[in-house]
């Protein structure tokens, strides 16, 4: 058993077609994730293929310097310019304060390892759907095996023996397949090491294919022949040319030695298998629809090898394959478009797959097919200029921001004219693109001024200092109700502090863990921030949804409220004189503001009618105002007394019809404005 595979190498149009079903696997879940919840497995299935062909690629020769030097060139070339050109026409267009971290992040590869203002939590971002680099992550993945690529065939080129070749396979995916088991969701969905063991099962199958070859040709005396390696420059290009188009390779047809009915059964078994879980219309667990998945891809290939009638080699599908590059980069940011102006609308997402689809022929065709054949240095030249003028996009984001804002709503700027904090004589023409630019811009205005660092709306930050004037340590805690109402709590009590915190995660709440694998982790540095300060008056802004499950029997019985007080005890111990919590509250869960705006600008009927309201909200104000009671220094920071009352609720305002809440559930500016006094009522009485 050599390691160096000495089989001619030929095209495989199904591989290609599996790219094509992982690519469709891909768009169903992203333009309708609750039809294909399990359609992101696409990713697991490149993953399988890269492992494959990167084995092929090294498998074929020694590897030398200038082999390793010759792999990530070639790498870098199939994948940097069409990917550097993407962002770089799509980064100054959409989007471009809230993505400014993702597209640095993208272009330097490390997307999937950096922290961003959601915590890097891929699924809400992706039904946030405002990061237009959320898909890059695969891509970052894929370019960090490619650093450890070389040392693992390195090692695999000493196994001399099958067995060897097996452990050592055997090792390093079992190694990294129970890292990904072991470690939190997101470091699994993440990590490159949690992802190498679908990376080596992709290689494991190469061997095992060329084991099958081998078997199948043996009886025949079936002459193996090798590769000649190209001595001119000009086969030198040729072979350039030849191994860039890599994910079409594999073996000369061997004769049929072995039984071919098992392979075929096992092909499509495996296949309808994969192809049910992919499109399935039920969520299945994340872990074992991956190792299933992964598994099943392998079984794929492998069976492939020797199967000649493959429902993965039609023509449309290896199509889809082929572009399949392009239409992974294009499809996100049209679905983000999409998805933020034509939120729900069917036939709208049917287009944007159509136009993603239309795009990456023409990019396919054209650009793609045309870089792949630039020599070297004209390679180079490109990718540098790509480089430089994304990073003067960055340094340059404010003017290009400003450009950009005053080119598409600069005539509703002049149209809302002179429209104060106070909202006074707004007309309603103002109000529609006052809800408007509240929708498009809800996570933009998250991030809290004048506490820094403060590039995005989560994590920890600490107040200028300059125009605190009291005596006291103030904290503000929680979920991205925090982010969203701390400069309500900076603006009236800076009169009592002398120093300002805050710290905030997305999604996880304070009192309660709500998702043991999500918030454990949050809930551990709430309270590790917070008892590091040992603030006088601590704010817990957040809304609690775990504290609005149905109660069942005696409060003091209820396991939630127990939890909730268990945590508030620890709390208490740790603030000197004062906790605030805001009260649940309760916004509409099927009429987001931009709907709402868009329904004013037709000139629809509106009534507070329309808006569907979750009354559970009110099991979690009497859990609250029952921890309160238990708690001496806790008071309630009760908006209900003016965004609603008991089950009357209102969701905008009759008069000047703006909304209380935007898409994203969070308090819009208007409502802040109401909820002000409240607040400055609490820092007036504060003693």
């Given at each position: 058993m050599h390691f160096f595979s000495p089989l001619i190498q030929m095209k495989?149009?199904?591989?290609?077609?599996?790219?094509?079903?992982?690519?469709?696997a891909v768009l169903a879940f992203h333009f309708f994730p609750k039809w294909f919840p399990n359609g992101y497995i696409g990713v697991d299935m490149f993953f399988v293929l890269s492992g494959f062909l990167m084995?092929?690629?090294?498998?074929?020769?020694?590897?030398?310097?200038?082999?390793?030097?010759?792999?990530?060139?070639?790498?870098?070339?199939?994948?940097?310019?069409?990917?550097?050109?993407?962002?770089?026409?799509?980064?100054?267009?959409?989007?471009?304060?809230?993505?400014?971290?993702?597209?640095?992040?993208?272009?330097?590869?490390?997307?999937?390892?950096?922290?961003?203002s959601d915590n890097n939590m891929y699924f809400k971002m992706l039904n946030q759907a405002e990061d237009i680099f959320t898909h890059t992550w695969s891509l970052c993945v894929e370019m960090q095996f490619y650093l450890l690529a070389p040392f693992i065939f390195l090692l695999?080129?000493?196994?001399?023996?099958?067995?060897?070749?097996?452990?050592?396979?055997?090792?390093?995916?079992?190694t990294s397949l129970g890292n990904h088991l072991l470690s939190t969701e997101q470091v699994a969905f993440n990590s490159v090491f949690c992802r190498v063991w679908q990376f080596l099962i992709g290689s494991a199958v190469f061997f095992l294919s060329a084991e099958l070859?081998?078997?199948?040709?043996?009886?025949n005396n079936y002459k193996e022949l090798l590769l000649e390696e190209q001595g001119s420059d000009g086969e030198e290009d040729k072979e350039e040319k030849e191994e860039d188009d890599d994910e079409e390779v594999l073996f000369t047809k061997p004769r049929q030695n072995l039984s071919r009915p098992p392979f075929y059964i096992l092909l499509y078994s495996s296949l309808s298998f994969l192809v049910l879980l992919s499109f399935a219309p039920w969520t299945i667990p994340a872990s074992a629809l991956r190792i299933t998945s992964t598994f099943l891809s392998g079984v794929i290939i492998?069976?492939?090898?020797?199967?000649?009638?493959?429902?993965?080699?039609?023509?449309?599908?290896?199509?889809?394959?082929?572009?399949?590059?392009?239409?992974?980069?294009?499809?996100?940011?049209?679905?983000?478009?999409?998805?933020?102006?034509?939120?729900?609308?069917?036939?709208?997402?049917?287009?944007?797959?159509?136009?993603?689809?239309?795009?990456?022929?023409?990019?396919?065709?054209?650009?793609?097919?045309?870089?792949?054949?630039?020599?070297?240095?004209?390679?180079?030249y490109m990718v540098l200029v790509?480089?430089?003028?994304?990073?003067?996009?960055?340094?340059?984001?404010?003017?290009?921001?400003?450009?950009?804002?005053?080119?598409?709503?600069?005539?509703?700027?002049?149209?809302?004219?002179?429209?104060?904090?106070?909202?006074?004589?707004?007309?309603?023409?103002?109000?529609?693109?006052?809800?408007k630019k509240w929708a498009r811009e809800e996570y933009k205005n998250l991030v809290i001024p004048n506490c820094f660092p403060n590039k995005t709306e989560h994590g920890f930050c600490e107040f200028d200092r300059s125009n605190l004037t009291g005596d006291m340590t103030v904290f503000m805690v929680g979920n991205s109700l925090t982010a969203n109402l701390g400069s309500l709590v900076y603006k009236t009590f800076k009169n009592h502090a002398k120093a300002m915190y805050k710290y905030s995660n997305s999604y996880c709440e304070i009192l309660t863990v709500l998702d043991r694998k999500k918030c454990q982790n949050?809930?551990?540095?709430?309270?590790?921030?917070?008892?590091?300060?040992?603030?006088?008056?601590?704010?817990?802004?957040?809304?609690?949804?775990?504290?609005?499950?149905?109660?069942?029997?005696?409060?003091?019985?209820?396991?939630?409220?127990?939890?909730?007080?268990?945590?508030?005890?620890?709390?208490?111990?740790?603030?000197?004189?004062?906790?605030?919590?805001?009260?649940?509250?309760?916004?509409?869960?099927?009429?987001?503001?931009?709907?709402?705006?868009?329904?004013?600008?037709?000139?629809d009927n509106v009534s507070q009618k329309l808006f569907k309201i979750d009354y559970t909200y009110l099991n979690g104000i009497r859990r609250q105002e029952a921890l309160v009671k238990k708690?001496?220094?806790?008071?309630?920071?009760?908006?209900?007394?003016?965004?609603?009352?008991?089950?009357?609720?209102?969701?905008?305002?009759?008069?000047?019809?703006?909304?209380?809440?935007?898409?994203?559930?969070?308090?819009?500016?208007?409502?802040?404005?109401?909820?002000?006094?409240?607040?400055?009522?609490?820092?007036?009485?504060?003693?």
């Open positions: 495989r149009d199904d591989l290609q077609g599996i790219r094509g079903l992982a690519i469709g084995t092929m690629i090294f498998g074929s020769k020694p590897i030398t310097t200038d082999s390793v030097y010759l792999f990530y060139f070639r790498r870098a070339k199939r994948i940097l310019p069409l990917y550097l050109l993407i962002i770089l026409i799509v980064f100054p267009n959409t989007f471009i304060s809230m993505n400014m971290d993702s597209a640095w992040n993208s272009i330097f590869l490390y997307h999937n390892m950096a922290e961003h695999l080129s000493f196994c001399t023996s099958g067995l060897m070749l097996t452990t050592f396979h055997a090792i390093i995916i079992f070859l081998e078997l199948d040709a043996k009886v492998l069976t492939g090898t020797l199967c000649e009638t493959n429902p993965m080699k039609n023509r449309v599908l290896v199509y889809i394959g082929d572009i399949s590059y392009s239409l992974y980069l294009v499809h996100w940011p049209i679905y983000v478009y999409v998805k933020h102006y034509h939120d729900g609308v069917f036939l709208v997402y049917l287009l944007g797959i159509a136009i993603s689809i239309l795009l990456a022929i023409l990019i396919s065709e054209t650009f793609e097919k045309w870089y792949l054949k630039l020599g070297k240095q004209e390679t180079l790509f480089y430089i003028s994304i990073v003067w996009i960055v340094m340059k984001k404010d003017q290009i921001a400003t450009f950009v804002d005053d080119f598409k709503y600069g005539h509703e700027e002049k149209m809302m004219g002179t429209v104060h904090s106070s909202f006074e004589n707004i007309t309603l023409d103002q109000a529609i693109l006052l809800n949050s809930h551990d540095t709430y309270e590790a921030e917070v008892f590091k300060k040992l603030p006088d008056v601590l704010f817990m802004l957040d809304r609690p949804d775990k504290l609005r499950r149905p109660i069942t029997g005696n409060l003091e019985n209820d396991e939630i409220f127990k939890e909730a007080l268990a945590t508030l005890r620890q709390y208490e111990n740790n603030v000197k004189k004062k906790i605030y919590m805001l009260e649940s509250y309760t916004p509409p869960t099927n009429l987001p503001l931009s709907k709402f705006a868009k329904m004013l600008e037709k000139g708690c001496s220094k806790c008071e309630l920071i009760r908006i209900s007394d003016i965004l609603f009352n008991g089950t009357q609720t209102n969701s905008y305002d009759e008069e000047t019809k703006l909304g209380y809440y935007y898409d994203g559930l969070h308090i819009t500016p208007f409502a802040q404005n109401l909820i002000l006094p409240l607040f400055q009522n609490i820092s007036d009485n504060f003693h």
